[in-house]
């Protein structure tokens, strides 16, 4: 039982960077599973835009080998490949050049939605919005799509937006976090806002405290030596982990309209206090079947984390007095992300003290297995006296929904049909990504000026130990990770 499909409007989608590893993995597939459920009409059109000379044969051949090794059972279909790839286009364009502008602006049409995908290094989206713009190619519809990072502080985040603003509207850029392209994520504020249950309990008096968890299995790998000038805050805490603490705790926005459900996330982001290094562990993996952390990155003297866990306050009426507790890294024991609201225990318990007792837990789980499950108290079953035992009420979607929902769309599936339907929602506007870094900006700060070192910790481990003790110190545990 999943939703009917209703088809978008007819458009030209430019890949720039069509020939990458962002293309070949996520975007490509995407596109080509949203053709395969009907949902992209005949008259749409990719094109592939990237410095390397190939014909468009070339370039079909390149996708279809993606398709089969990223989209496989869709790629299955034979007639399903050829009619995608019969809307697929290449041409050589330099963002950095003149070359292939004024082919790609005769082959934009100018009755379709346009949008353009900027899959390429940051540093060229300055070069592309300028271009798109000094050729006349965009027109005033048209919806550009940056990919993150989005500047890697304050000023770099500003200067970029000040760069696309000479020639976009606000309302024609979609800044993508693909954690909020998740099925799970959108389901939290089904939850929170479509039920009567939650929202009267989503607040300091109910909720005795709130736990982020992005963990990932893997390292760096090849990515070491762009990591390392970056690391876990910059890298997951700035943009997916601030967005996960925005939804779960904004008040309900008026209306599930971009500004409305924007101008809420940006009231938390601002309300967000700035803790105190105690309230910050930074960690770094330790050597065991694969390389350390400071051999990943070449860099034996390297003080970026690779994990990073922090208890955060949000300073306003619904959360006085409730802690977020954030944490993500590398090398951990599973690939695990989810929201967990651990509600406070009934004031007052009516049954004996040996009957034992648990709060309720919600968690969200984003990855791997997207669902949302909640802990409620029941008594075992039997004839034995009154004991309470914990029981989930599970709303993972295969279960619920039936087989087809297992079949979760990827982020990226839902976020490109936004950019084509024009729906801004799920996309970071600038001010919100300009806070974000305002708050973590003076975090880096604080710790770099101190020179303080990233503990070691485990690979396969849930992190330092000093993140256990960040919870004990609160008489509190995280969720085990694996
Ligand atoms: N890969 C991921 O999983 C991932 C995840 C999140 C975000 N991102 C972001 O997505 C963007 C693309 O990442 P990626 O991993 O796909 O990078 P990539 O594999 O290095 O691909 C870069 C693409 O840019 C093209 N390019 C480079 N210079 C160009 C120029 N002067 N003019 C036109 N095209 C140019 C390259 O093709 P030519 O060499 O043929 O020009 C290639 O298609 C980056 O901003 C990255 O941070 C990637």
Redesign the pocket.
Known sequence: MVSRVIPVDPFDLVI????????R??ILPALYRRFCDEQMPREARIIG????EQSPQEYRDWVAEALKEFAPRSAADPDGMAGFLDRVDYLP????GEGGWSDLKSKMRDDVVQAFYF????A?FGDLAERLHHHGIAHEGARIVV???FGRDLGTARSLNATLAEHFDESQIYRID?YLGKETVQNLMAVRFGNVLFEPLWNAQYVDHVQITVAESVGVGGRGSYYDKSGAMRDMVQNHLMQLLCLTAMEPPSRFEPDAVRDEKLKVIRALQSPPLKDIVRGQYKAGDNPSYLDDVEEPDSRTESFIAMKLHIANWRWNGTPFYLRTGKRLKTRKSEIVVHFKEPPHSIFDEDAGSRPNILSIRLQPDEGIDLSVTIKEPGPGGMRLIDVPLDMSFADALGPEAADVPDAYERLIMDVIRGNQTLFMRGDEVEAAWAWTDPLIEAWTERGDRPVPYEPGSAGPEDSAILMHRDSRRWREVG
Do not use: I, M, N
């Open positions: 720039f960077g069509g020939t990458g590893d962002l293309a993995r996520k835009a990237a410095r390397t364009v330099d963002a950095k899959s390429v290094a940051p060229l990919e993150k990072p693909h």
